[in-house]
């Protein structure tokens, strides 16, 4: 299947300033625009470009290293040490970044669902094309809703400056949306998806498993949403459309979609691409700021793949001294052989980015099951993982099968289990907030933080732009 980089430049701006405009030598109007269904899918392609913004470096890269698998970052990096120190700040990129990229995502959506409701193609290409613009919607308004608790709601266009003061939405208003677009986009995409790198049907049922797992989590602690998140999650282990490799390794460094691959961003070399490299690389010359915590490093169980390949603490330089520890999952040795210094262009490789692959959803079936029933028939999804991280896979030493836990023991050991399996992936913030353990920032921490883990670190500051320009109130732990 073709891979692809959209640039949607145009088509949905907002507006510009009056000194920067110039007499236009050509403009399509929207209704000009829209007149095939190629057209609409054009536009549906044109959502993804906020997607990149989600796996940067001032977003995925710095919720991850929030965390209690990180160490300390390079002091070189701006804003990357106060927020590891729990002293970031409303107007850091970060903060602003994750916003702002969702938001931009749910704009370009709202846009096209909305052309779309008035369409005269074909139903089930309306219906298709309407499908994966809601998805997207989800993807983007769960992204919100976990970071910054009561957002505000917006479901069409903005046609008028004075649209954009609302208040904010309820969490419980914002999660109905989620589940309603998810449910509409899961009964109306196709198996298969039409390109790798856009959604399928199995990426809405893969993505209710994720938010009815969170919903039963803090802060809503919904714990009937469970059995649902269970569900969900072995329907797309029993579907037949994805499958485990056997080799941990061969999940990650790749350009396009492996039998474990639900969903994932793909980039094209010079048009952008996957900065981690940058995050995790520890040779000389970057400044990395994805450091394995000394902690996590020695938590693994004996014969763990996920630790003798993922993280690494023998790689010899070239120059032939040994690096200091990294995460090895999407660093390009090949860069650190050849002696590529980071720049604007090595900075960023072609390694695709998992957004869902197939393991999470035996991690979610596993502690959902566990969750519900207790842990009798979670053992065969958690130990399909652990089995898979051995290094040798015929010696059951090698991270063993579990058995004889309690349903708290299973609890803490499926939690590991995600951090082991998941880790750089976008996950570990947001475990530790549905959890209620974001105290092990603390007790990994210590003396490391500037301002003590509490409460308030369960929602993020509110980006000072949006309390400036739109009257949003900051979240009230921060005020």
Known sequence: ???????????????????????????????????????????????????????????????????????????????ALPTYQNNHQPFFYNVRGEWSNNYSLIKNANFVLDKLGTSTIETAAKEALSAEASCLRAF?????????????????????????????????????????????????????????GRVSKWVATAMLARVYLAMAGKPTNKTEYYQQARDKAVAVINSGKYQLLDDYSKVFQNMAYTSESIWEVQFIAGLGGNGLHSMSCTAAGYNTFLNPATWFVGSFPAGDQR?????????????????????????????????????ASTALVD???????????????????????????????????????????????????????????????????RKWELHLEGSSWFDLK?????????????????????????????????????????NPAYQ
Request: with cysteine; aromatic share 12%.
């Open 307 to 343: 630790k003798a390949w993922g993280i690494r603490s023998d790689y010899a330089g070239p120059d032939g001294k040994v690096l200091p520890v990294f995460f090895q999952k999407f660093v390009k040795n090949s860069l650190i052989d050849n002696r590529t210094l980071q720049s």
């Open 434 to 474: 549905r959890t209620g353990t974001l105290s092990r920032i603390q007790t990994v921490l210590k003396t490391d933080l500037v301002h003590p883990i509490g409460a308030y670190n369960e929602t993020w500051y509110i980006p000072d732009t949006e309390i400036t320009n739109n009257n949003i109130a900051q």
């Open 140 to 196: 983007a308004y769960f992204q919100l809703v976990q970071f910054f608790g009561d957002v505000p709601l917006r479901t069409t266009p903005i046609t008028d400056y004075a649209q954009v003061q609302i208040a904010r939405a309820p969490q419980a208003e914002v999660y109905k949306l989620i589940v309603d677009d998810l449910t509409y986009a899961e009964a109306r995409l196709a198996d298969t998806p039409p390109q790798q």
């Open 1 to 79: 299947m073709k891979r692809y980089a959209i640039l949607f430049a145009g088509l949905l701006l907002a507006g510009c300033d009056n000194s920067l405009k110039e007499s236009p030598k050509t403009f399509i109007s929207p209704d000009a625009f829209f007149t095939t269904k190629a057209s609409y899918e054009t536009a549906v392609k044109g959502i993804y470009s906020s997607m990149t913004g989600y796996f940067g470096q001032n977003n995925l890269g710095m919720r991850e290293m929030f965390s209690d698998i990180c160490g300390a970052p390079s002091s070189s990096i701006e804003q």
């Open 351 to 417: 390694f695709s980015l998992p957004v869902i692959r197939l393991a999470e959803m035996y991690l979610i079936a596993a502690e959902a099951e566990n969750e519900v029933n207790g842990p009798a028939n979670a053992y065969a999804w958690i130990n399909k993982i652990r089995w898979r991280a051995r290094v040798d896979k015929s010696n059951p030493a090698h991270v063993p099968d579990l058995s004889g836990l309690s349903k708290d023991a299973f609890r803490q050991a499926v939690l590991m289990e």
